[in-house]
């Protein structure tokens, strides 16, 4: 059975940095992709990375470039998203999510089967 467990949301001044875990299982790196996903009040839900292993592919929302970025331990079963220089607008609901997917574009999460419970990013402003 695939499982995803997100951590490591909090309150963070804007500016600061964060790093959020995805504790996956069930399945390998190798196997499937993996990627995060937010949701803002009010907003649609966002596709922000995603990496895939299989496909030697990683993908990363352009306006997100340069301050956020993903990574793998597969000996951990972890996927991380590191956030740096974080802005009001990056308060959301942070998901993971894994398939079997290309990570071609900003909507691959239409294409991921298996989803965590989000971890809540608060950036006061």
Known sequence: EVQLVAS???????????????EYSGFTFHDRALGWVRQAPRKEREGISCISWLWDRTWIADSLEGR?????????????????????????LYYCTSGENRCTGDLFYHGMDSWGIGTLVTVPS
């Not at 956020?68 to 959301?92: C, G, R, W």
């Open 8 to 22: 490591g949301g909090g309150v963070v001044r804007a500016g600061g940095s964060l790093r959020l875990s995805c």
């Open 68 to 92: 956020f970025s993903i990574s793998v331990d597969n000996a951990k079963n972890t996927m991380y998203l590191q956030m740096n220089n974080l802005k009001p607008e990056d308060t959301a």
